[in-house]
């Protein structure tokens, strides 16, 4: 795993190759600082290329509604993270198709920037190698 904080906003920071059926943490570290009111934390994670949503949390709890269908019941936020400065996400049983870009937007903290960040997933397949029968 290739990760750096200290980019950008919008940049890539965080580099991750797996295998299928795995979970990854996808890291979204923002900093420390300043009051959190968790009524007003918004963290929203997306597929950079299909806009599509992986995981919302706002006015203080997930809203997965508009959740994009292949994601349904493999994300988790940690808001006991959120007062350090952490919303990464944590996405369960990787799939081939979970390769590609994912950008986390997020607001922890009263008189924050937004901040976003970007991170690549590479997802291959099976690890080891089973002989033909």
């Known amino acids: 795993i290739l990760c750096s904080f200290d980019l950008l906003p919008g940049s890539l920071c965080c580099a991750i190759k797996e ?17 959190m009111h968790l009524a007003d934390v918004t963290v929203n994670w ?3 290329e ?8 706002y006015h203080s709890k997930d809203h997965l509604e508009h959740q994009g269908e292949r994601f349904r019941g493999r994300t988790q936020l940690f808001p006991q993270e959120f007062s350090k400065g952490n919303a990464s996400l944590l ?8 390769t590609g870009n994912y950008s986390c937007h997020a607001f ?21 190698w089973n002989p033909p029968l």
């Open 108 to 128: 922890l903290y009263d008189e924050m920037l937004p901040s976003e960040h970007v991170v690549q997933i590479s997802v291959s397949g099976t690890p080891y």
């Open 46 to 48: 997306q597929d950079s």
């Open 50 to 57: 299909t806009q599509e949503i992986v995981h919302s949390f």
């Open 91 to 98: 996405l369960k049983r990787l799939t081939l198709n979970d």
């Open 19 to 35: 295998v299928v059926n795995k979970d990854v943490l996808l890291p979204c570290i923002v900093g420390e600082g300043g009051a």
